[in-house]
């Protein structure tokens, strides 16, 4: 031990060993000396809390709620920005509500609407020359079937005739055309039987024409549900214009009421059978079409009319519902409500949204935890530095992006909000942030992940639910986490937001294809939008690079970023080796380039081997000339020192490093790499000297003591 303090005393870092080792003292134990000391949990309420406790860990409960609370409240915490609003002025841009609220009965404002609909009745057009192109057909289907018929020769035999009319079907297509419609074969038959009577013919242009004059429609049930309902026809194909009156259902035919239509007052029908009769009055009634129709477009477009004339009785405004639209002068019912909305917003209101969010988010992470306890490997266990990391980065993220689209909002919409829409700035706000600084401290693409998700959908909580944005903060945040990995190059994080701004652009792209794909301002959003995507993978990657050192020193973490300064030949450490022991110097560097090959060829961090070799030798610069890279020829200390001096001099070089690599922060996984560098391995040569030497009668050399401490 006395020799270790001298070893341990030298002049690069005399000062710092005993506030270094100070690090090791556990100072929270002596806290819960001081709390044990009063005996609460021998008390019946402190065996109670210490079951529920271990049961439920109560404790990591109400930490975690008291998180998840303080994250809520600032997810829902509103910064204080009225808009300037005086009656008479052109709104700037879309004035929009922070808060849901009603000012008066939504439910009879929607009443009032809704009689005003009813009062406009449905429109009608009548079309009194319909029928014309009915006739034509009728006569020229007959007049060419009875040309055909007149060609035939028609045998007295009933047998024969029945097959020559059978024959006769084959013109059946033929008469289907010229009359427009399809009939059944028996209807052909009969009317070849009555070789396509000029009477028959008559008698069903005369009860289209009858029934023509009539006012005849196709129905729909529920636009005319009562007899007395009213309804506006207007008459088109009218030699004085286009005319319109108002009449009642009952005037109508409904063409799907087979009663409405029949032969009784036709001329020419009391002279044919039942059967011709009947037969005639099928044909004809086939033969039907509406001559009113139901015109949807104007009738909707009179109840629109009709429901926007309608002054509100109550006002119900929504959460992000524009009160004034941009360029619209403000009335003063706009001052009205802005003037409610200032009454309105308390801070009881953001306390229960925050409550009820941390509940939310609560879930989330126990849902989380349960999985990765359940599947998660050894090598991506979690620390307790890994939570307290991305507790911090969420925290960070959530203020950097509400601070963003603070200051954008107040800075930029307000003036300039008429030249492009609002949503710019929520795009390309630094959702990718977290990702990246947590892809970059934890190496597990699990955790990553899961946090990646819980960042995505905090933030959506921020803006109000908006899936779009969710769809990037997740897409956008798995994007840059997966380019940081394996940062070898300071480089690698611009590549890595560049491609996340890629990826957000491309999602946001498809994004507006999707849901405003159909309306015309589609090309200007993408104009903005899809820039403002990619501007937010790029200012992610530069906050990250900012960020990143401070995040090494609040956790101690050894990032690939870190390792890039490691890296770099000119650190003191490497300065003082290449002056003190230029071989151990040269062996780190072949080292190095060896672990770094190595690590390539099987999927390792090769940065992180590289680096460990450069720096696994570092407490050989204190004695330098106790190794035999160091020595010149001829020149070797252990010659006069006894196996165990040598051997308490090459093990102190592990200790020694280890000292330094604390003292220049390092970070952890080199430090292990100094200590385990050579494991418990025997230090071969001074043990086989020592065996030589030893005297049996005095002490026997254990092999133990030759061996590093690993």
């Not at 018929?149 to 045998?155: K, N, R």
């Not at 427009?180 to 024409?209: C, D, P, Q, T, Y």
């Not at 099928?282 to 004339?309: G, Y």
């Not at 935890?369 to 959530?398: E, H, N, P, W």
Request: with cysteine; hydrophobic share 45%; glycine share 4%.
């Amino acid at each position: 031990m006395a020799k270790k303090k001298k070893i341990t005393q030298k002049k690069l870092w005399p000062k710092e060993v005993v506030h270094l080792r100070s690090r090791y003292v556990d100072h929270s134990q002596k806290f819960l000396d001081w709390v044990n000391g009063f005996g609460f949990e021998k008390t019946v309420f402190g065996k109670l809390v210490v079951f529920l406790d271990n049961k439920f860990r109560l404790r990591q409960l109400s930490l975690l709620f008291l998180y998840c609370f303080s994250l809520s409240f600032l997810l829902f915490y509103d910064f204080d920005i009225t808009p300037v609003v005086r009656v008479g002025r052109v709104a700037s841009v879309d004035f929009k509500a922070p808060i849901s609220f009603t000012m008066i009965d939504e439910v009879a404002t929607e009443a009032k609407k809704i009689e005003a609909e009813d009062s406009i009745p449905p429109v009608f057009d009548y079309d009194p020359d319909s029928y014309e192109n009915i006739f034509n057909q009728v006569y020229k289907a007959f007049g060419e079937m009875r040309k055909l018929v007149e060609a035939e020769s028609w045998p007295s035999d009933s047998v024969r005739l029945e097959e020559k009319v059978k024959k006769f079907l084959s013109h059946k297509q033929e008469f289907e055309d010229y009359l427009g419609r399809s009939v059944s074969n028996r209807m052909f038959e009969w009317l070849v039987e009555k070789r396509f009577g000029v009477r028959i013919e008559n008698i069903v242009i005369r009860a289209l024409s009858q029934w023509s004059t009539g006012k005849i429609v196709d129905l729909p049930v529920n636009i005319l549900p009562d007899k007395e309902s009213k309804l506006i026809l207007r008459v088109i194909q009218s030699s004085r214009g286009e005319e319109s009156y108002t009449l009642s259902r009952q005037e109508m035919k409904d063409i799907r009421r087979k009663q409405n239509f029949s032969l009784d007052e036709v001329r020419g029908v009391k002279d044919l059978s039942r059967i011709d009769q009947s037969r005639v009055l099928s044909l004809t009634r086939s033969l039907l079409i509406p001559n009113v129709t139901f015109n949807r477009n104007e009738t909707q477009e009179k109840k629109k009319k009709a429901r926007d004339a309608v002054l509100p009785v109550q006002i119900s405004i929504n959460k992000n519902q524009t009160i004034v639209n941009q360029g619209n002068i403000i009335q003063p019912l706009h001052v009205t409500i802005f003037n409610e909305i200032q009454k309105r917003k308390s801070q009881r209101r953001m306390d229960f949204l925050s409550l009820i969010s941390s509940f939310l988010l609560v879930c989330l992470i126990l849902v989380m935890f349960s999985f990765l306890r359940r599947y998660m490997t050894q090598k991506s266990k979690l620390q307790q530095r890994d939570i307290g990391a991305m507790a911090f980065v969420s925290l960070l993220v959530v203020v950097f992006v509400k601070v963003f689209l603070f200051v954008t909002e107040a800075s930029f919409i307000e003036k300039f909000g008429d030249m492009f829409p609002a949503t710019i700035f929520l795009y390309s706000a630094p959702v990718a942030l977290g990702s990246m600084l947590v892809g970059l401290l934890i190496n597990s693409a699990q955790i990553v992940w899961f946090f990646t998700t819980f960042m995505a959908i905090t933030l959506t909580i921020l803006v109000d639910m908006n899936f779009s944005f969710f769809l990037l903060a997740l897409i956008g945040g798995i994007a840059a986490a997966r380019g940081v990995h394996n940062c070898e190059k300071r480089n690698v994080i611009y590549i890595a937001g560049i491609r996340t701004g890629l990826i957000n652009a491309i999602i946001i792209s498809l994004v507006l294809l999707i849901t405003k794909g159909s309306e015309g301002e589609i090309s200007q959003l993408m104009i903005w939008n899809i820039p403002a995507a990619f501007v937010g993978g790029i200012l992610s990657s530069l906050l990250a690079m900012m960020l990143i050192p401070l995040m090494e020193s609040i956790f101690n973490y050894t990032t690939d970023v870190k390792l890039l300064e490691l890296s770099n030949l000119t650190h003191p450490l490497m300065q003082e080796m290449v002056v003190k022991a230029p071989g151990t110097y040269h062996h780190a560097l072949v080292v190095g380039s060896m672990c770094e090959a190595a690590a390539r060829r099987i999927g390792a961090n090769a940065l992180l081997a590289k680096v460990m070799a450069y720096y696994h030798d570092i407490g050989k610069t204190e004695h330098a000339q106790y190794f035999i890279e160091n020595q010149r020829p001829g020149q070797n200390p252990h010659d006069h020192l006894s196996p165990y001096m040598s051997k308490t001099v090459l093990v102190a070089h592990v200790k020694d490093g280890a000292e330094m690599g604390l003292h220049y922060k390092l970070g952890k996984p080199i430090i292990d790499g100094i200590l385990q560098h050579h494991g418990t391995s025997l230090i071969t040569y001074f043990y086989n000297k020592a065996l030589d030497e030893q005297d049996e009668d005095i002490d026997l050399v254990k092999e133990e003591d030759f061996r590093y401490p690993g």
